[in-house]
C-alpha cells in the first residue's frame, strides 16, 4: 500500500519567471485598458513639463506637514476665507493663457530693468509727461497699458451692462 504524503513540494518560481508573469499581466492590462493608458500617460507628461509633477510628488512626501499646515491656517480668524480665496486663485490661473502669460511676464522683467536703467526718462511735471510721451519706448508702453485697461473694461461692461462704447 502506498504512503500519505505528508509534505507538498511548491514548484520554484525563478526572478526570470516572475518577471515575465509581471510583465505578461502589465501588457495583458495595457491591451485592455489602451485608452485610459495613453491618456494617464500624456497627462503625466503635461504635468511633468509644467512642472507640477514635481509639486504634486513634494507634497505626497511631505503631505503630513502641508496637511498640519492648513489645518493650522485653518483655525486662524479668517483662515477659511484664506483657503476659498487660495483655491480660486489657482482654478482662475489655469484659465489664463499661458502663452500670453508667457509675452506679459517677458515685457514685465523688461520694464523693470528699464526702472533701473540710468537712462530712463525723468518726470518731474506736465511739460516733462509730453516730453517723455514722445519717446517710442514710451508710448509702446502706454498701448500695452491702454490695450490692457480697455481689455479689462469690455469684460467689466458685460458684467454691469455698460457696453463699450465706439
Known amino acids: 500500500m502506498a504512503r500519505a504524503t505528508m509534505e507538498i513540494a511548491k514548484p ?3 526572478p526570470e519567471e516572475a518577471r515575465a508573469h509581471v510583465l505578461a499581466r502589465i501588457e495583458e492590462a495595457l491591451a485592455k485598458h489602451e485608452g485610459g493608458f495613453v491618456q494617464w500617460l500624456e497627462l503625466m507628461d503635461e504635468l511633468h513639463e ?3 509633477l514635481d509639486i504634486v510628488t513634494a507634497l505626497l512626501r511631505r503631505g503630513d506637514r502641508v496637511l498640519e ?3 493650522r491656517v485653518a483655525e486662524e480668524p479668517g483662515g477659511l476665507a484664506l ?3 487660495a483655491i480660486a486663485l489657482v482654478q482662475g490661473m489655469g484659465q489664463l493663457d499661458t502663452q500670453a ?3 506679459l511676464f517677458g515685457k514685465v522683467n523688461a520694464g523693470l530693468r528699464g526702472m533701473t536703467a540710468s537712462d530712463r526718462p ?3 511735471g506736465a511739460w516733462s509727461v509730453m516730453q517723455a510721451m514722445r519717446d517710442p519706448d514710451v508710448s509702446r508702453g ?3 497699458a491702454f490695450g490692457f485697461l480697455k481689455g479689462l473694461g ?3 461692461g458685460g458684467e454691469n451692462g455698460v457696453g463699450s462704447g465706439a
Request: charged content about 20%; glycine content about 8%; overall charge negative.
Open 83 to 85: 483657503i476659498k480665496n
Open 122 to 124: 525723468e518726470v518731474t
Open 50 to 52: 509644467k512642472g507640477l
Open 142 to 144: 502706454l498701448s500695452l
Open 101 to 103: 502669460l508667457g509675452d
Open 12 to 14: 520554484e518560481v525563478t
Open 69 to 71: 499646515i492648513v489645518v
Open 154 to 156: 469690455q469684460a467689466a
